[in-house]
């Protein structure tokens, strides 16, 4: 959600309350804090307009931090359930649209602003390709 709507959303449920402003600025603090994360894949076959059995398709994963500048890292994982200096640790799931089958799991070291993951896998029958990359983060539980 953008900040606007969140803030009407908040001033819905809280409307009541006298510490309205003062809750909605902890919630913005907290929001900052966060992974904020846009997760972009793209498939193709290098100099080929047209995908046949035997080509090599070329996965190119792009993660990318709204809350961070180009160039900035990201910092330590802040909760009380980590009382130590702690980074998180991203992981993505390839799986197919079923849910069924696993093609790949993967450990991400995310620190940049942006992360861009290539690989390549050979085509092996014909047909429609379809699969779901999940990217789910190991300190954030739930609100990946």
């Not at 193709?44 to 190119?60: P, R």
């Not at 709204?66 to 160039?71: I, R, S, V």
């Not at 359930?81 to 702690?86: E, G, I, R, S, V």
Request: aromatic share 10%; with cysteine.
């Amino acid at each position: 959600m953008k900040k606007e709507e969140r803030k009407a959303l908040h001033e819905a449920v809280f409307s009541n309350d006298s510490d309205q402003k003062q809750k909605f600025s902890e919630q913005e603090k907290c929001i900052e804090g966060l992974p904020l994360v846009k997760l972009d894949m793209t498939a193709e076959v290098e100099g080929e307009d047209e995908i046949v059995v035997g080509d090599i398709l070329t996965c190119k994963l792009t993660v990318e931090y709204f809350n961070l500048e180009k160039g900035q890292k990201s910092g330590y994982v802040h909760s009380k359930h980590y009382p130590y200096l702690k980074r998180d640790n991203w992981y993505l799931i390839i799986t197919d649209e079923t849910f069924t089958g696993l093609a790949a799991i993967e450990k991400l070291t995310v620190t940049d602003s942006t992360y861009v993951k290539e690989f390549k896998e050979r085509i092996q029958r014909p047909g429609k390709i379809a699969f779901t990359a999940i990217l789910t983060n190991d300190s954030y539980k739930g609100l990946d």
